[in-house]
């Protein structure tokens, strides 16, 4: 016999990231979940926004990664409650990790809880955690071509940080370019040019992010 | 690149199903991936064979029906089928396009065999 099924296999990650969207939304938590490649600095970006966003703001952190604790300490040392996710061989965090590491934050004291993905531009972008925002770090070195070659992770996310801009005047990477090739696949996208080491063009992305935070309250 | 997550998510529902059936082997697993769900066909077909081992699909085939990619050209409403990744509508070359198609992944349909106790008790 033939049993019509039609369900989205990604069905039970679904079900959890609502259930922890539920949580954070009734702890008024706003959730930003962090992507990039390898060395794009999704962790030094995540350090730099709470150095300027902490007095505002109580930040939490979730960081993933396949082994170590070595970004968890970075971040214990600015005094945030902060998990590590350790996936082993995984590609990407899904929504019941989260739901795991949520129950060791003190999602009462959190406004804004930043989750720095799995190092990957392909595998994060289909697992929804339950976050608010979606944020793609890009950086100089990487060339302005990704949104060419990894369009997916692109066409769902709020905004791209583009980082390590300090390094443009030694490498090619034509900024209009890799704008446009990103607006074509999702025009509504925000763009912040910064640099983690100069520090330039950070205080613009901390006030969206702060915007957004502020979105339901 | 997560298909034994994929392929563990797909064994887990088509068994569920076949249990609310009441089957007792499972045939054909259909499934539905677009081009550009990140999903390999090949892939989640080699992880599918080692883990439907001990189950009631350790028989089972699995049966792929690809969606091609599809994208709409904002400029001319154009609907172009990229041959790459590079979407561009391929009327008027524009790269303002959004995807319409080709990010499906369902599971469509299983094929199974019923408890012969049940089958007698519904006929």
């Known amino acids: ?183 074509n696949i999702n025009p509504k996208i925000s763009f912040f040019e910064v640099s983690c080491t100069t520090g330039a063009g950070l205080d613009e992305w901390c006030s969206w992010l702060t915007a957004a935070s502020k979105r339901k309250s | 690149m997560h298909e034994l997550s994929i392929t563990q998510d797909i064994l887990n529902i088509a068994l569920q199903e076949a249990k609310n059936a009441h089957a007792c082997k499972i045939n054909k697993i259909s499934i539905v991936v677009g081009q550009a769900s990140g999903i390999v066909p090949d892939s989640v077909q080699f992880c599918f064979d080692e883990m439907k081992k001990g189950s009631i699909a350790n028989e089972a085939s699995l049966d792929f029906t690809i969606v091609p990619t599809q994208v709409k050209c904002r400029r001319c409403q154009h609907v172009s089928s990229p041959k790459d990744i590079i979407w561009m509508c391929d009327k008027c070359g524009s790269g303002e396009v959004d995807i319409i198609a080709g990010r499906e992944l369902y599971l469509n349909s299983i094929e199974a065999e019923q408890e012969e106790a049940y089958e007698n008790r519904s006929s």
């Open chain 1, 1 to 183: 016999m033939k049993i019509e099924v039609v369900k989205n296999i990604l069905d039970a990650n679904a079900v959890i990231a609502q259930k922890n969207k539920s949580l954070f939304d009734q702890h008024h938590v706003t959730v930003i979940n962090i992507m990039s490649s390898p060395g794009a600095g999704k962790t030094s970006a995540i350090l730099e926004t709470a150095r300027r966003l902490k007095d505002k703001m109580k930040i939490g952190v979730i960081e993933g990664d396949l082994a170590s604790q070595v970004d968890a300490e970075k971040v214990k040392k600015e005094h945030l409650p902060v998990v590590q996710i350790n996936t082993g061989s995984g590609c990407h965090l899904d929504a019941n990790m989260i739901s795991h590491a949520m129950q060791n934050l003190p999602l009462k004291d959190i406004d804004l809880l930043l989750i720095e993905n799995i190092g990957n531009l392909v595998c994060p972008s289909a697992y929804i955690l339950g976050e608010h925002k979606r944020v793609i770090i890009s950086s100089v070195p990487e060339g302005d071509d990704k949104p060419l070659k990894y369009p997916i992770i692109f066409v769902d996310a709020d905004a791209v940080i583009i980082n390590k801009v300090d390094l443009k005047a030694y490498l090619k990477f034509d900024m209009d370019a890799f704008k446009k090739a990103v607006k």
